[in-house]
């Protein structure tokens, strides 16, 4: 096992198969037709280019929970700038970047200990947050009402990252709300339906480093896990690692890397929102010996004080909701601990809420 720390080990049927499957992964869609889409424009989202999407997409979220994008109007130098400032950072001593590393009190930042399910992922990080100051529930105890406001840690190398992180985090912001406004009309929902939830958000940008590992065999980047917020927006780079569990049969096959290309899945909050019509789903990143690899998610969240539960357009005595209501904010604040360390027990999940 060589000098590998114990705490980075998977069990062994969590292990990765280091040649996964191929063969038939996450649908692609090509988004061109977005380009003058806004949600709270009735005229455009009924245009027939946009109603074909909105079925491509009604598609894949209900078969894969997935989708690969491309014309997604997303600048490719925006992309580029912040994954090559992102590498800038990380090329640097684990001491300068511990100066901006987050801790309990200031939660974004530099981190490189994180656990998913209690084993150690093979990365390091930088978060940022998209609205700033972001507010959350200063303690997840029900009751405690008082409330702390987060900022950005920036470094001070590379001076450019904090431009880049800044601008990406704008653009991939636009491409948020217009997806969930298809998303909303997939569900037979009007167009603007989800924008009540995202008047102010608790958003972030996450900036993933895996380096190169002796025993790729044995850890992974990231552990199995679902994305908690509404939507994840994710750019990765040539090297591939990302693997999706295939609904179909549990398998999990590899997302091959495309140029200039995004990564949509759809979270937990979605999967609550929708009543179950669509279902967040695991995923996971490998690692591998030779070349190190970046990803860089945009966790779409609402703000900490929505109550998310089954909108009440997609229930009725029939088909009665799923979930009871929980607080968004004090629901991420008692996950985000659980991450700082390993802990005895499994951290708060939706099915805690399921009736
Ligand atoms: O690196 C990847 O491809 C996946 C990252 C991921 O799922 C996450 O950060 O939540
Ligand atoms: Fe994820």
Redesign the pocket.
């Known amino acids: 096992m060589g000098d590998v720390d114990p705490a980075f080990i998977q069990d062994v049927e969590h292990r990765p198969n280091l040649a996964p499957l191929q063969a038939e992964s996450i649908p692609l869609i090509d988004l061109a037709a977005l380009a003058g889409y806004s949600p709270s424009d009735g005229a455009a989202a009924d245009s027939a280019a946009i109603k074909g999407l909105v079925a491509e997409i009604g598609e894949a979220c209900k078969e894969w929970g997935f989708f690969s994008t491309v014309n997604h109007g997303v600048p490719a130098e925006k992309r580029e700038r912040i994954e090559r400032e992102g590498r800038e950072f990380f090329r640097q001593d684990l001491e300068e970047k511990k100066k901006v590393r987050r801790d309990e009190k200031r939660t974004l930042g530099y981190y490189e200990t994180e656990h998913t399910k209690n084993v150690r992922d093979w990365?390091e990080?930088f978060d940022f947050t998209v609205q700033e100051p972001t507010v959350f529930p200063a303690s997840p105890e029900d009751g405690e009402e008082g409330v702390i406001e987060c900022t950005n840690q920036w470094p001070e190398y590379p001076p450019g990252l904090r431009e880049a992180c800044e601008d990406y985090a704008q653009e991939v912001q636009k491409l948020a709300h217009k997806l969930m406004g298809l998303i909303a009309q997939s569900l037979g929902l009007p167009a603007n339906r989800f924008d009540e939830f995202f008047k102010d958000q608790t958003s972030f940008v996450?900036i993933?480093h895996?380096p190169p590992c002796p025993t790729p065999h044995l850890v992974l980047?990231?552990g199995r896990?679902k994305?908690s917020g509404a939507l994840?927006i994710?750019a990765?780079d040539d090297v591939p690692?990302?693997e999706v569990k295939r609904k179909s049969d549990g398998e999990w096959v590899l997302?091959k890397p495309i140029p200039d290309s995004f990564?949509i899945?759809v979270g937990d909050t979605i999967k609550v929102w929708s009543n179950e019509v669509y279902d967040s789903v695991e995923?996971?990143?490998m690692v591998n010996s030779k070349r190190d690899?970046i990803?860089i998610?945009f966790?779409f969240m609402p703000p900490h004080y929505t109550m998310v539960q089954p909108l009440k357009e997609l229930t009725d005595e029939h088909n009665p909701p799923k979930y009871r209501p929980y607080n968004w904010g004090k629901y991420r604040v008692s996950r985000h601990a659980s991450n700082f360390k390993k802990l005895d027990v499994e951290n708060l999940q939706i099915d805690h809420f399921r009736i």
Do not use: E, W
């Open positions: 990365k990080v996450r993933n895996y980047g990231v896990h994305d994840a994710l990765q690692g990302l997302v990564i899945n995923h996971r990143a690899r990803s998610p966790f």
